[in-house]
């Protein structure tokens, strides 16, 4: 059950240009959070700007009680939490959403992040390699800059493989490169997880369609509350006994769906919905 | 101190109520808050059938705002009979319907659901969604098919009916009377006021629907200005609606004569916000030496106008 109580920063670490690690101290979150799960949250009390934002878990840990989030200070919102004082406080809702879903044993889970979008796959990530799954994370950016967290998921004893647009660091070009050339070398089970971009993601759908995968996506809408209430932050998704897709909150329903049945835009809807349908059903136990 | 509060025949228990749209079906917060700590609930407005809603980006934020197309999507009024209502009535609060429809005839329908449903309060009739191609704003920006709407509604329950006006029309005062005048047992003032934020990068409305509803802080003076107009048009009552984020906010709306209040957008920034206002509103009853929440009612002390008030000087 979420909890929705005054938050105090009680960590900030920089990590060059736009980025930071914020911890919080809260002790649901930090008890509750699994990967893939968000929290609603705003600096202060003051009225601009008026909404909470939603922000990927990085981290939470139960011992101290805190968890950590991975913020680029791109707007109002993102920039006033990036520049609280320690000890400051924040409105903070939290742990929400659906999380990721474990793979199946003797599976690969491949973790694929795209600039900020790499948050929930510390998370995750760390979690797979601590009971013993084999993981690997993909982690792209267009320049070396928009990789910030690198160190820190190497640190963590992770397998990661990098990638940038301009070649300024690990593999020259789009993250998928990477992705499936290793897909390609290492033939065994192997499960997608994708959060970043949307064109990104959307890529990454495509390639576990063709190769017969399944594939979870992390949706990052625009949202309101948090809770489903607002009705803001719907995405199209078809659902597995719906006769066409649904507006969905991403919040409450997501922000972790199938990307088989997500009604990617540009995409027609018959063609998620024949996807949907040729995708195998899957409850798997929560990652 | 009394902060129950009497309105069309219902009783709240104070007079901060969670506004429509922006507090889903109440159960979303089953243990985030405690919902007995409000006043009552008005539900997600809902048609006789399940609703897609507008297109997507349906929300942009502005200044001190929020500009929204939802569009109305919703589970439609027998699914929340079916499945919300009995989990909703264990809750010590008012559970109001907030009713759609695109004739006549759907509103009228809709209410009778209600009205054979235990545990509503009351209904809350939307004619002046701003986000919908018909209904909505078809009926509450003309007075007489205002009166026509609220008339059948009238005609199909015994529940209170409660108008919820819409700020897009030139005088407000019209629109309560005509409501008024077909039965209306209170009002709701106000809905969103129609806006525009544009992407100025792309060209492109920020928004799936094109224009949508502002609602948040930046609307307050105005909001309180219309719910003034009308409490003064009307002898109804009037529930306030606009921006309330603070009991100071919600003291506006009941000095200008509201009988009680709706809290809307701030239900997105803080849902826990219910025990910190009620709070306030005590400190500020204390402060005044007032017994009642119901003496600041209508004490408006407007330029060139005598109107009593209980503790004559303070303010």
């Not at chain 1, 939290?94 to 793979?103: C, V």
């Not at chain 2, 929204?68 to 909703?88: C, E, M, S, T, Y």
């Amino acid at each position: 059950m979420p909890a929705n109580r005054t938050s105090s920063l009680v960590g900030r670490e920089g990590l060059g240009g736009p980025y930071f690690l914020l911890t919080f101290l809260h002790p649901e979150i930090a008890r509750d959070a699994r990967p893939g799960q968000f929290v609603m949250i705003k600096a202060g009390l003051s009225a601009e700007p008026p909404l909470r934002r939603p922000f990927s878990i990085l981290e939470a840990s139960p011992g101290r009680e805190t968890f950590t989030l991975f913020v680029k200070a791109i707007g109002p919102g993102s920039s006033a939490l990036c520049t609280l004082p320690l000890g400051g406080v924040a409105q903070c809702l939290g742990p929400l959403g659906r999380p990721f879903s474990a793979p199946p044993e003797g599976t690969e889970a491949l973790l694929v992040g795209g600039g900020y979008g790499i948050a929930p796959f510390s998370f995750l990530g760390a979690e797979l390699r601590g009971r013993g799954s084999a993981a690997r994370v993909f982690y792209g950016g267009r320049a070396k800059a928009d990789l910030p967290l690198l160190g820190r998921l190497r640190a963590q004893g992770q397998d990661v493989v990098a990638a940038t647009e301009d070649g300024s660091l690990g593999v020259h070009g789009r993250v998928t490169l990477p992705l499936e050339a290793h897909m390609d070398a290492v033939r065994r089970p192997q499960r997608l997880y994708a959060c970043g971009p949307e064109a990104m993601m959307h890529a990454v759908a495509r390639i576990a369609a063709a190769r017969g995968l399944a594939a979870e996506v992390s949706l990052d809408p625009w949202m309101g509350c948090g809770v489903g209430t607002c009705l803001g932050c719907v995405v199209k998704v078809q659902g597995e006994s719906d006769a066409r897709w649904k507006y969905r909150c991403a919040c409450t329903e997501g922000p972790v769906f199938d990307a088989a049945r997500v009604v990617w835009p540009g995409e027609s809807e018959s063609r998620a919905r024949a996807m949907a349908v040729a995708a195998p059903t899957r409850e798997g136990e929560r990652a | 101190m009394r902060l129950a509060v009497e309105l069309a025949g219902i009783r709240l228990k104070n007079p901060l109520i969670a506004a429509s749209g922006t507090f889903g079906y109440g159960v979303e917060y089953e243990g985030v808050i405690d919902l007995a700590t409000l006043g009552g609930i008005v539900s997600k407005g809902l048609y006789l059938e399940p609703r897609d809603g507008a297109p997507v980006p349906r929300i942009a934020e502005t200044p001190s705002g929020l500009l929204n197309a939802i569009g109305l999507q919703g589970i439609g009024i027998h699914a929340f009979v079916r499945d919300v209502l009995p989990r909703l009535r264990a809750h010590d609060t008012a559970l109001l319907v907030n009713v759609c429809g695109d004739s006549v005839e759907e509103y009228a329908e809709v209410a009778r659901v209600c009205d054979g449903a235990p545990g509503i309060a009351g209904l809350e009739i939307n004619i002046s969604c701003p986000n919908v191609k018909q209904g909505g704003m078809a009926f509450g920006g003309d007075p007489r098919m205002t009166h026509a709407v609220v008339a059948a509604v009238r005609g199909a329950t015994r529940l209170p009916v409660i108008p919820k006006l819409s700020p897009n029309v030139a005088d407000i005062s019209v629109f309560a009377r005509a409501a008024a005048e077909a039965g209306a047992d209170a009002l709701s003032c106000i809905n969103t006021l129609i806006g525009l934020a544009i992407d100025v990068e792309t060209r492109r409305p920020r928004l799936g629907f094109g224009t949508g509803g502002l609602s948040g802080p930046a609307i307050r003076p105005v909001a309180v200005r219309m719910a003034w107009q009308a409490a003064r048009a009307v002898k109804i009552p009037v529930i306030g609606i606009g921006g309330i984020t603070t009991a100071q906010d919600a003291l506006e709306f009941l000095i200008a004569g509201c009988r009680a209040v709706q809290i809307g957008t701030a239900n997105f920034v803080d849902p826990g916000l219910y025990p910190r206002v009620l709070d306030e509103l005590r400190g500020y009853l204390e402060r005044h030496r007032l017994e009642d929440v119901g003496d600041v009612v209508g004490t408006l002390q407007y330029p060139g106008e005598v109107v009593e008030c209980k503790t004559g000087g303070q303010g």
